[in-house]
């Protein structure tokens, strides 16, 4: 790991100003960064250790209906509070169906929209990455990529955003606040993270020192808590992350579809609204055919970018799942084996 | 530059002074106060042999820069048992044969404890498996280790039950 100068800025805006210079880069938990510093991935010159601010670590019901939540609330917390799994039960599903119990301790909010692609070849230094070397090319291009981007990727990079959380997030219209060298300002997350193009070092929004400080999921998000799930293959079924994911959300009024919302994670470099398919399915009766057709519309313009044609079916899959388990009805508690496709009753034994 | 940090560890407080920032909470453990229970096995967050409880929750130390916990509170394997008393979980893994090297025991017992305090998989064999899935074990006593588990929240169960009776 590079020698690097750590600061622990004591205000938002110290830590602001301390981020703003070259070769700076945030400290939250460091479960993503720690392990990028220690492959040479990430190579800071200075940490911004965030986590002992003040005040970004709640979760505030606001008057208007909104929930703000704090960027370093733990996803763990973040998932254990019941009334926020109340009202956003697929955001907990795919909390919970993310990392390891000791990842989502530590991890937090504002860290989970940041974390870096899983790509083998960001990772590995030895490889041609245009994300961590810009212009050096892309090997995973013609090497292994079966787990690679099928929507929105470029020749410059197939890489995919990593987070669950993200997923539910973006269908339900989240925002983030930020802190940056010219005060507070607020984006829809659907406009954080970017899509690769001929730049794909530039991951998100961002400029220099700006410090996500809280997300806001809307009033009208709790109206689909009634019919919201997540679904996600993985290739193994805990601790692992998504080959291809969903989260649907249904508000349904006298066996019509009011209004859907769906987004998919593992098939892009973001977290993939696919707003085609929410439109076809408004004001329909909720039913196997509607699903299919928002399937096709979701993927319409998805294409393999190498040994991964196999995940746009997949994804038209789960898609058609994810509503359908979503119409049937968000279940009481979240299932043993959260957003797994092959959850069996729970208490039940399997080798 | 140096910093100062103070951490209370197994109960006792006790006070560094680090001239590098890049040392995680395992190393310190390990190379700092020869507390070397807490494993190192893939040192990236991946396998579980580190864990630890930070101010009561189950961590990888190994992704947990220690100047960043400063003022933190950590019980490790060696602050478990009372004495010659065995923790439950403890006395639970040799009950069960939950282990065969030995190598990830005591990242899977710092989870166990983590997680029955946790209280999200209670005595729900499949809760466990999934709320265990970040210790790995390649000798794969995955079995002796989740009866062991069950054992332990069965004893705690009991003893609640006796305490609120």
Redesign the interface.
């Known amino acids: 790991?590079k020698?690097?100068?750590?600061v622990?800025p004591a205000t938002v805006a110290e830590a602001v100003a301390a981020a703003a210079q070259p070769g700076a880069t945030y400290?939250a938990?460091?479960?993503n960064l720690?392990?990028l510093m220690?492959?040479g991935v990430s190579r800071p010159d200075r940490?911004v250790?965030v986590?002992?601010l003040d005040g970004l670590d709640q979760i505030e019901r606001l008057a208007d209906g909104s929930v703000r939540i704090g960027a370093l609330v733990s996803n763990?917390d973040l998932a254990?509070d019941a009334e926020f799994a109340k009202s956003y039960p697929a955001v907990v599903e795919a909390l919970l169906s993310g990392?390891?119990?000791?990842?989502r301790?530590?991890a937090t909010v504002g860290g989970n929209l940041l974390q870096r692609t899983r790509c083998a070849y960001f990772y590995d230094t030895a490889s041609r990455c245009n994300k961590r070397e810009a212009g050096s090319g892309c090997d995973a291009r013609e090497g292994e990529n079966r787990t690679h981007a099928v929507l929105g990727w470029s020749e410059s990079c197939i890489a995919t955003h990593p987070s669950d959380f993200c997923v539910p997030l973006v269908a339900l219209d989240a925002i983030v606040e930020i802190e940056g060298r010219n005060g507070r300002r607020e984006i829809a997350l659907d406009e954080l993270h970017r899509l690769p193009g001929h730049t794909p070092e530039r991951e998100s929004a961002l400029e220099p020192g700006d410090l996500i400080v809280a997300v806001r999921l809307p009033p009208a998000a709790p109206g689909f808590a009634a019919h919201a799930r997540y679904l996600k293959v993985r290739e193994r079924?805990?601790?692992a992350f998504a080959v291809v994911s969903a989260a649907a959300a249904l508000r349904i009024e006298n066996g019509k579809i009011a209004e859907a919302r769906l987004a998919l994670g593992g098939v892009a470099a973001k977290p993939w609204r696919a707003r085609a398919a929410e439109d076809v399915l408004r004001g329909v009766a909720p039913t196997a055919d509607a699903f299919q057709d928002a399937a096709w519309r979701a993927l319409a313009d998805a294409k393999p970018s190498g040994d991964n044609a196999y995940k746009i079916e997949l994804a038209r899959r789960i898609v058609v799942r994810a509503l359908t388990l979503a119409a049937a009805g968000t279940p009481a508690r979240i299932p043993?084996?959260?957003a797994s496709p092959f959850a069996?009753t729970?208490?039940?034994?399997?080798a | 530059?140096n910093?100062s940090i103070s951490l209370t560890v197994n109960g006792a407080r006790r006070d560094f002074v680090l001239d590098?920032?890049?040392v995680?909470l395992l190393d310190l453990l390990r190379e700092r106060l020869h507390l070397t229970g807490t494993k190192k096995g893939c040192?990236?967050?991946q396998c579980?042999a580190c864990?630890i409880l930070v101010d009561g929750?189950?961590?990888?130390s190994?992704?947990?820069?220690a100047?960043?916990h400063?003022g933190a509170d950590i019980l490790t394997i060696e602050g478990v048992a009372r004495g010659d008393q065995l923790h439950p979980v403890q006395a639970a893994f040799i009950a069960h044969d939950g282990f065969q090297c030995g190598f990830c025991t005591p990242g899977q017992i710092m989870?166990a404890i983590?997680?029955m305090q946790?209280a999200?998989a209670g005595n729900?064999?499949?809760?466990i498996?999934?709320?265990?899935?970040?210790?790995l074990c390649r000798c794969g006593a995955y079995a002796g280790i989740v009866d062991a588990v069950l054992e332990a929240q069965a004893g705690a169960d009991e003893s609640n039950q006796r305490r609120s009776a």
Do not use: V, W
Request: hydrophobic residues 30%; charged residues 25%; aromatic residues 4%.
């Open positions: 790991m020698q690097f100068d750590y622990r400290l938990a460091g479960t720690l392990d220690k492959g940490l250790d986590t002992h763990a254990h990392a390891s119990a000791q990842l301790n530590a079924t805990s601790y043993a084996l959260p069996s729970s208490g039940a034994i399997h | 530059m910093h590098d920032p890049r995680t040192d990236r967050g579980g864990t929750k189950r961590i990888n190994c992704l947990a820069l100047i960043s400063d989870s983590g997680m946790e999200q729900d064999p499949e809760r498996r999934e709320c265990m899935s970040g210790n």
